[in-house]
């Protein structure tokens, strides 16, 4: 079955020329630093990867979520989750809400820097004591004449350090018991707004370069236009969202894994042991054979996931089972490539090590792998 067209094709040409270039070079680096320097944004935003989906009028490419495809695969191929998941996070977990609940002031004002890559992005939903409960919201704001004021905090962000602009999920009103949803609203706050800030930098196990944070708001004002959408349905745009987040995810853990599996098989044909090239070994074969297999179902899961949603459908479905296979898969493909590897896939110095540490965020984040199950659970009609 055909997914990519010729200009989908050549579209990757240019991300992979861009990602061999100028962003594997660096990655030990950035891993070394706990971050991404900013100038990487402008620059793609000059070759026109930031705004894909958007309409042209304010900078983007007026393409469809394929070429998105494209441009998650390749950023994931480039032996860095980190570098994939900043990108993922400004253009399919971040800008969609100005995109597509933003007045058109708000996407007149910031679309365009987003798209030029001068303002990087980030979303702040998860709490300190909320985790996948989205609906558990504590965040608050409060109006106050022309602004709401908001008070609370925000844990696990991504880009949460360096952001420029940030999409915060609050709670305007308490909401009903039985219906915690309600109330839940979404605000766009730039950094420099009083009252806001980055408590900390958090130090994870994975995804090193991506710098994840502890946000903080005390009081902090935030000009009433800058709702996003209707007040107290953000909850839903929440949701819409992560349909988007997890189809990334499953991208960047198929596109991850295939990548990890191509350097374990130049890996065991080097190898030499017992008489021969591990590649030679039955058990070896065997294994790789298995991973193959894996990667294989899990692209074109993810691929019909993409097909469903693109064409409109209610693709819940289809996009959980996606990102649950994709994320267990993943950190199989992981295990049994380290184990491929021997000792030297337990050294730093070798990407494997890397893959591993980072792809065991994928059961995790963006709905762990038991919300998951639970989604598809309802959508069964158990």
Not at 80 to 97: E, N, W
Not at 113 to 125: P, Q, T, W
Not at 190 to 208: C, D, I, Q, W, Y
Not at 248 to 272: F, I, K, N, P, W
Request: glycine share 10%.
């Amino acid at each position: 079955m055909k997914v990519f067209g010729e200009h989908h094709e050549m579209f990757r040409a240019t991300v992979r020329a861009f990602v061999e270039r100028e962003v594997m070079p660096h990655v030990e680096a950035w891993e070394a630093a706990g971050r991404i320097p900013k100038t990487i944004w402008p620059r793609m935003g000059e070759l026109g990867f930031l705004g894909i989906e958007y309409d042209e009028k304010y900078g983007g490419a007026g393409a469809d979520l394929f070429t998105t495809a494209v441009l998650h695969e390749e950023c994931a191929r480039s032996r860095s989750g980190s570098f994939a998941m900043a990108v993922g996070v400004h253009t399919d977990m971040a800008s969609p809400h100005l995109y597509w609940t933003g007045s058109e002031p708000l996407k007149e004002k910031y679309l365009p820097a987003i798209c030029r890559g001068e303002k990087l992005c980030a979303i702040a939903v998860t709490e300190p004591g909320g985790g996948s409960d989205v609906a558990a919201i504590r965040t608050r704001a409060t109006r106050d004449g022309a602004h709401y004021v908001l008070n609370g905090s925000k844990m696990f962000i991504t880009n949460g350090a360096l952001a420029d602009l940030y999409f915060v999920a609050a709670r305007v009103e308490a909401g009903e018991t039985t219906r915690r949803h309600r109330g839940i609203s979404m605000f766009l706050v730039e950094r420099e707004t009083p009252g806001f800030g980055v408590s900390r930098t958090l130090a994870k196990t994975g995804m090193l370069a991506s710098d994840t944070a502890e946000l903080s708001f005390q009081d902090a004002r935030v000009p009433a236009e800058n709702l996003l959408g209707r007040e107290g349905v953000g909850f839903y745009e929440v949701m819409r969202v992560f349909q988007r987040e997890r189809l990334v995810a499953g991208l960047h853990a198929v596109a991850m894994s295939e990548r990890a599996l191509e350097d374990t098989m130049a890996y065991v044909r080097e190898r030499q042991a017992f008489g021969g090239p591990l590649s030679e070994k039955q058990t070896v074969r065997h294994k790789l054979a298995d991973l193959a297999t894996l990667i294989e179902a899990g692209r074109w899961l993810t691929y019909a996931a993409c097909q469903a949603y693109a064409g409109g459908d209610d693709a819940v479905r289809e996009v959980s089972m996606a990102k649950l296979f994709t994320a267990e898969m993943a950190n199989r493909v992981a295990y049994d490539c380290v184990q491929l590897h021997g000792g030297y896939g337990y050294m730093r110095e070798y990407a494997i090590e890397r893959f591993a540490r980072d792809v065991r965020l994928f059961t995790i984040g963006g709905g762990t792998s038991e919300i998951m199950k639970e989604i598809i659970a309802k959508e069964l009609d158990l």
